[in-house]
């Protein structure tokens, strides 16, 4: 039986845009539209000559008016469709991510052709985010699926929980909300901590709380990285959140390491964790605003400083101050740095591309009158896998120097 979905038309860039692998059609490439589509549900989207493209979720209270879900015209998408997906996803991460399965991104949106989902795994607790409508309206065949998968294969999964606080879902016409999800057999009213284990470190999550999901997954290998320089190291962590970095050097052997961060709160629990590891003799911990700081410390004081900042853009009209800033604390950890001394500085955000950041570095440096010796540059860790076509993927930026 032939289905009946809405189509809509798009313009020649649109089309351009889908048929270079891009996911979205905006609001202004739809040129008309069949019927008008109820928000949330399927609509094949079509070229100025009638050719098929691909077919997605419509919301008309987004600036993405479509995020596309398939491109193959035979796909029917009942629940058959989503489990393959979902299942498809699951076993790329096992395969990728080996011991570290159990801690880890399962779903990472459009990167795994599930736009507007996102899925980590804290050992036994999943913990979501529903970004667009069309998912936000099959969640519970998604949840109840996804959880039915990971047991299926020996997985044990005790609770699942919503993180929908994102000012994002408003945009996309939906409330804001967190909450645990109580279908599939899954527990409810847990105290939202659960315990987690990564590079041998040992973290208590807050999966109601924390920030985002309530632990930064994608660093993983990153941290190894550090790890792995910071043996006899001095070391300054800034911007420590639950003090990951922090911790992998202290295990790895540092001196001794100093984690920052402006946060109360997250030096509280960075703290805790340190104490929780056995760490506590070789760390101390500061609140402060890491721009202040760095503006007011002695130099020679660190062998290594570790700048993970927060996204300092969010949209292509911040990038001009994202880079000031940027620049601004590398340059004074540079300076602070000995000769021979270690810098490893990153960013989060999408917005800021590889090559301004590198471009940023480079003139950093050069007001610092130091030169970088790379030593690695790396990206996120493959649990958060980048789609080529899709540069909303490839979002995290992460570089060793040794300053010379």
Known sequence: MERQFVWAEITPKGEAALRGGHPWV??????????????GALVDVRSKKGKY???????????????????????????????RRLRYAVDYRRQVMGPDFTCCRLIFGE???????????????????????????RKDMLFDALVRILRESGETIDAL?????????????????????G?????????????IRENGIVYDVDYINGQKTGFFLDQKYNRQAVARLAPGLRVLDCFTHTGAFALNAARAGAAHVTAVDVSKDVIALAKANAARNGLLE??????????????????????MIILDPPAFTKSSATVQGATRGYKEINLRAMKLLPRGGYLATCSCSHF????????MLHDAAADAAVQLRQIEGR???????????????????FYLFQVV
Request: charged residues 25%; proline residues 5%.
């Open 379 to 397: 990206q996120q860790s493959p649990d958060h896998p980048i789609l080529w076509n899709v540069p909303e993927t490839d979002y995290l930026k």
């Open 352 to 359: 800021m591309t590889d090559a301004l950041f590198r471009r």
């Open 53 to 83: 493209l691909g077919t997605g979720f419509y919301n008309s209270s987004s600036k993405i008016r479509i995020r596309i879900l398939s491109r193959n015209a035979n796909d029917r998408f009942d629940a058959d469709f989503f489990a």
């Open 26 to 39: 905006f609001q202004d490439e739809i040129t008309a539209l069949s019927a008008p589509p109820e928000d």
């Open 282 to 303: 070789r760390m101390d911990f500061a609140v402060a605003d890491v721009f202040d700081l760095l503006g007011s410390m002695k130099s020679q004081d660190y062998d």
């Open 111 to 137: 990167a795994d052709m599930l736009p507007g989902l996102t899925v980590d795994r804290f050992s036994e607790v999943l913990v979501a985010q529903v970004l667009s409508l069309g998912m936000e309206r």
């Open 183 to 195: 279908g599939a057999g899954l527990q409810t009213g847990l105290n939202g901590h659960t315990e």
């Open 161 to 181: 929980y919503e993180r929908n606080d994102v000012p994002l879902r408003e945009r996309e016409g939906m409330a804001q909300g967190k909450g645990f999800y």
